[in-house]
């Protein structure tokens, strides 16, 4: 009998403990957007335990996201649904230039032994007392608006007064060009240093397109950056086409020589200039591209040689630049204001953006104008492009 009471004790202990655990699951990062396209995008959030994620979506209309079930999207790889703490669901066959709202979902997984799994807790962000979150794909609007920022180095305090002053609450996109930390140590650092700034600031609903700097492949955790900031192409170079614009962005790679002390021998960034190489001479035939009336490229580091990844840029990636047309480069890199107007070499502007200011962009059909402000809000430059056509 005693034995029999030590058992009922050990299960109630055990499975009260599991129900405890169970309510421990939280959304520790919020969702946020990236790989937008026109018929595509990618949602990804954090939690603090393992578990299957989906994402309901509903259109955008007077209806309560309660009115009636929503579709589900699951993450999933290879027939299975993905069980961990970092989710990503795409969402696939959308429509152009078309806004839905969206909700993300977790159940934890407790246990998983051979074919049977023991799920906990369902969490969810709230629809009940607040909208849900919304995203609107790309299109061909006749006008679109940007802002860029650079080299952050992890200042929240400078990224969030730029982000004011660029008014990001106005922008169709941001683009972050590059080292907006110093080094990548682990998911708690990179979140800390600026994406969850950008989650509560717009990431959620404002698409993020990010151009790797060379600080960004710097660190322990840099191995792991392309999971967090997956793109259209699944590389960390590729392009895409907004209203009048066709975009192209590069991914510059170190600035010194792969045998640099600083690099231990885990880099090998030439090869990989000259593999990217080989991808943008198809990217600026594809028709979306070179029917576009403006065509713009980003990449963090500028092609004005002097250090050896801002001369293998300009070897390898400005010959096709120059013979495809792009009419301006947006660079960062330098911690400095610096527009190089085309010349023979470069057969097209250079805009290198100061870590202190934001670029704010302006695309309609009759013209392209580029503001660089700075932490005043005070007008650095002006940069006006006409349309190919």
């Known amino acids: 009998m005693k034995k029999i009471l030590y058992i009922i004790l050990f299960l ?6 599991l129900s405890y655990g169970q309510n421990q699951i939280k959304i520790t990062h919020k969702p946020y957007i990236q790989g937008l396209t026109a018929e595509s995008v990618h949602i990804l959030w954090t ?31 290879y027939g299975f649904k993905k069980v961990g703490t970092l989710h990503q669901v795409t969402l696939n066959n959308l429509q152009p230039g078309t806004t839905y709202r969206y909700r993300v979902y977790n159940q934890e997984v407790l246990k998983h032994v051979g074919t049977d799994v023991l799920y906990g807790k369902v969490i969810a962000t709230n629809v009940y007392r607040k909208a849900p979150l919304r995203f609107k ?7 679109s608006e940007f ?7 992890g200042r929240n305090e400078v990224m969030n007064k730029l982000l004011d002053i660029g008014e990001v609450k106005n922008a169709d996109f941001v683009v972050f060009n590059g080292d907006m930390a110093n080094s990548l140590l682990s998911e708690e650092q990179m979140f800390s240093d600026f994406l969850d700034t950008s989650i509560s600031r717009f990431a959620s609903e ?6 790797r700097g060379n600080h960004e492949t710097r660190g322990s955790f840099a191995i792991e950056y392309p999971r967090y900031f997956p793109t259209p192409t699944n590389k960390l170079y590729y392009q895409f086409n907004h209203g009048p614009m066709g975009v192209i962005v590069l991914d510059c790679g170190e ?8 690099y231990a021998g885990i880099v090998a960034m030439d090869d990989y200039r000259t593999e990217q190489a080989q991808w943008l001479a198809q990217a600026v035939e594809n028709p979306e591209f070179k029917n576009a009336q403006y065509k713009i490229v980003i990449c963090h580091m500028p092609p004005f040689g002097g250090w050896h ?4 840029i300009l070897d390898k990636f ?17 911690h400095k204001h610096i527009l190089q107007q085309k010349s023979a070499t470069v057969n097209f502007p250079v805009l290198v953006n100061s870590n202190n200011n934001v670029i704010k962009a302006s695309f309609s059909e009759s013209e392209g104008l580029i503001k660089v402000l700075d932490q005043k809000g005070s007008l650095v430059e002006t940069v006006r492009l006409k349309p190919l056509r």
Do not use: C
């Open 147 to 153: 802002i860029v920022i650079n080299d952050m180095h």
């Open 137 to 143: 794909t790309l299109g061909k609007e006749s006008r």
């Open 309 to 312: 990844g801002e001369q293998d």
């Open 206 to 211: 404002t698409p993020m397109f990010y151009a």
């Open 255 to 262: 600035d010194k020589p792969d045998s640099d002390i600083e």
């Open 47 to 77: 939690t603090d335990k393992p578990a299957t994620a989906w994402v309901e979506i509903a259109p955008d209309d007077s209806s309560h996201f309660y009115h009636t079930e929503r579709p589900k999207h699951f993450a999933t790889a």
């Open 318 to 334: 400005v010959p096709i630049l120059n013979k495809a047309g792009v009419q301006i480069m947006l660079s960062g890199h330098l």
């Open 12 to 17: 109630w202990v055990n499975n009260s403990t």
